[in-house]
């Protein structure tokens, strides 16, 4: 048994464990109006139930996922895998981006109207089949300040309702999550942060406002696991219909099918300092999270057993020392960032 440790989930007094289940690759393959994936390949609903299972044996009760993750197919595994055992997790999901199921397609304008949320949050509930959720998130990072007052309005009425227990917005814009914090239930901000790319601002924004930063892509989308390489017939290769393989312009790291070496450079300049104590590359990625702010969440993708155990296992080894922290500016800063 992983030793639980535990953060707060902002003002919403929920506690969590440090570690997150992150549910984007258990979706499955799903794609853009264009026909390009949104998912990272095909995927086990067996195998990915075994996962939550074990990282849920292991005290990993955080899961968080979105209704568009494979159009509401990782919504539906991930309410399979945990049916008869919902009391003992917390779940998140997310609603904005507007899909068609029958083509597991993404629609290419968002939906951002008022009625829209409870219309979206019932169909989730309905596919992870349970009556509330812990967490709903906005999925639109740059959605309008006065959009985004009429949403978090809603927000509050579903949480006067029991239908969700707190709120908050995935974005990367600290004016945007600013909006959502004026809100007394809203209780966390989803950002991107890892090792390589900082996030500052809004890590003191959720300081102060008391909310969990919830980090999307700690592991840098795979490159902090030191399992891909720059060079062709190196490291491991991304299959057909991942995202990696044909990355959208927002996505950073990979290009052409292969590790960008910029961001190779990067890792390798702190790799030794991740993997000290014993850890991996990806525990010690995780590590840093936490050492960098006592309100961090990294919610890592996981589809595998084995991935649920050796990210489980970070837990175990807890946060980096200050020391290495320091270690790691001072290799960060011999490598100016992209």
Known sequence: MTTHFSRTLGRSGITVSALGFGCWAIGGPWQDSAGKPLGWGEVDDRESVRAVRRALDLGVVFFDTADCYGTGRSEEVLGRALKGRREEAVIASKWGNA???ATRTMLPEPELSPGYVRRALTA????????????YQLHIGDAPHGVA????????????????????WSTDLPDRAKVFAAGPHCASVQLNC??????PELLALC???GLAAINRGPLAMGVLTGKYDSAPGRGA??????????????????????????????????????????RTP????????WARSPVTVP??????????????AAMEHGPLTAEQLSDIRSAAADRPGP
Request: hydrophobic share 40%; with cysteine.
């Open 99 to 101: 899909f068609d199921p």
């Open 194 to 199: 890892n090792v390589l790319e900082d996030a």
């Open 124 to 135: 989730t509930l309905r596919r992870l089949d349970t009556d509330h959720l812990d967490l």
């Open 207 to 209: 300081e102060a406002e």
């Open 149 to 168: 007052e009429e949403l978090r309005a809603v927000c509050e009425e579903l949480v006067a309702e029991g239908l969700i227990r707190a709120y908050g």
């Open 282 to 289: 990806a525990q010690g990625a995780l590590a840093w999270l």
């Open 237 to 278: 290769s991304l299959a057909p219909g991942d995202i990696r393989a044909e990355p959208p312009g927002w996505l950073r790291y990979f290009r052409d099918g292969r590790l960008e070496p910029r961001w190779r450079e990067r890792f390798e300049a702190v790799r030794d300092v991740l993997t000290g104590g014993g």
């Open 299 to 312: 919610i890592p993708g996981i589809r595998t057993v084995a991935q649920a155990e050796e990210n489980a």
